[in-house]
């Protein structure tokens, strides 16, 4: 039998993380951890450490590092603490590592993800942001580094179950039309217009089918998410975004649909449970048990499907205006809306004017060639500064 695959799990105190490690822990004789990374939770991370014992573990700074080193070795373990950007790039290119977990939230995840690519891993990519900021540059150190991308995202792991294994050749070449990428509509599908002035945190976080962290859980809300997936679908099927199309499905179930020139769709269905994109990019091409219940489709009993409203949701438009422009346009779009939804978690704007912070900084910011990876890092930092100080004229 051979060796069990060693995982490094960036972002293992998240909800993707956490789910992974969930998928792991059923095949001990498959996976082994490697490296597990937390930036917040250190407790959870310590504990986490100790039912996995990883061989490394990596946390922001070297306070924590001590103290988490501390209580390793109190409970017996030899896991060794790395610190900040540099541990996580380590653990993510490692010799001995086989496969990467990219789960951190936002463009903190660029690096070590990419660090990953460069190893030349198995790169599970969760973190849809990195892709969403340096596409073509992620992309082509896919390709020159024999790297092996998996998406996890739900969606995009639906469209790759649905797509012929050659789909690399090109959507036209392979016969697709198009691709239909499914979103719930959040929690505020149906809520009046007028109410979304006043909506809080809270009820943004509270998603109808998943659970997840807190950013991105905002980004369904407002469907920045379904935006910055389009990006994504983009980058790893080499799609033009006018062939991606947004298709609102509140039961969740479909995962998203590949529509073929012959008529033929293929779609992707399952309970709404990230460890089944999880196990599936884990074990492709086989398939493992993922520990999600079989789909019981008379208790579904209906799947429904509506056009998305613009007005409703304006992030939708803007992230399409930005894939649309193409360049360093969806870099700008995800730093403000990081700026932006943190500073609507923190009270310091009200919802919709996350929709405005956006559109006023890309307006404000020039869409430039994005030829190496200092300048994405450069694009990004502009928009956060150019995010700031609409917050101080706007903000509270
Ligand atoms: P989360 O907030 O639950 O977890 C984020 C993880 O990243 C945590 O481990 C946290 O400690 C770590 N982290 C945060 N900031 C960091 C920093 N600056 N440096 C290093 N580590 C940092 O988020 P999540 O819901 O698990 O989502 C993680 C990623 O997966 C996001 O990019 C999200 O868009 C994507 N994703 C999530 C889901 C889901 O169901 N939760 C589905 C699809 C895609
Ligand atoms: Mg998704």
């Known amino acids: 039998m051979s060796r069990a695959q060693q ?7 998240g909800s993707v993380g956490l ?3 969930d998928v792991i822990a059923r095949h001990p004789n498959l996976y082994q951890v490697f490296a597990l990374t937390g930036f917040t939770r250190l407790k959870e991370l310590l504990a986490l450490c100790v039912r996995h014992v990883p061989r490394y573990a990596v946390v922001p700074t ?3 590092a001590r ?21 996580l790039c380590e653990v993510a290119g490692h010799a001995q590592v086989d496969t990467v977990l990219a789960a951190i939230v936002g463009a903190a995840g660029l690096r070590p993800t990419l660090a990953a690519v460069e190893a030349g891993k198995k ?15 992620f992309m082509q150190a896919v390709r020159q580094h024999g790297a092996v991308l998996l998406p996890i995202d739900s969606e995009h792991n639906a469209i790759f179950q649905c797509m012929p294994n050659d789909y690399s050749r090109g959507l036209n070449a392979v016969g697709v039309r198009r691709i239909l990428l499914t979103a ?9 217009l007028a109410e979304l002035h006043d909506v809080t945190p809270e009820q943004a976080c509270a998603h109808p089918v998943w659970s997840m962290g807190r950013k991105i859980s905002v980004d369904s809300a407002s469907m920045m998410n379904k935006g910055l997936e389009l990006i994504e679908a983009c980058w790893l099927f080499d799609a033009r975004p006018a062939q991606v199309e947004v298709v609102i499905h509140p039961q969740s179930v479909i995962h998203s649909l590949v529509d073929y020139v012959d008529g033929s769709v293929l779609a992707q269905l399952g309970n709404p449970d990230m460890r089944t994109p999880i196990a599936n990019a884990l074990a492709w091409p086989v398939r493992i048990d993922s520990g999600v219940a079989p789909l019981d489709l008379f208790s579904i009993a209906r799947l429904d499907f509506h056009a998305p409203d613009e007005r409703r949701f304006p992030c939708l438009r803007l992230a399409r205006q930005a894939a649309e422009a193409g360049d360093s346009a969806p870099a700008t779009l995800n730093a403000v809306n990081e700026v932006a939804v943190a500073a609507f978690l923190d009270r310091r704007i009200r919802y919709l004017e996350i929709a405005s912070m956006i559109e006023d900084v890309l307006g404000q910011q020039s869409v430039i060639a994005l030829d190496e990876l ?3 890092f450069e694009v990004d930092s502009k928009a956060r500064v150019l995010a700031e100080q609409w917050l101080g004229r706007h903000g509270r």
């Open 7 to 13: 995982i490094t799990v960036l972002g293992a105190t």
């Open 19 to 21: 789910s992974t490690l």
């Open 184 to 192: 719930s509509g959040g929690p505020f599908r149906e809520t009046p």
């Open 67 to 87: 103290k988490l080193q501390d209580d390793l070795v109190a409970a017996g373990l030899d896991t060794r603490v790395l610190v900040g950007e540099e541990g």
């Open 62 to 64: 070297q306070d924590v």
């Open 374 to 376: 200092e300048t994405v």
């Open 123 to 137: 790169v599970l990519l969760a973190n849809k942001e990195s892709l969403v900021m340096s596409g073509s540059l």
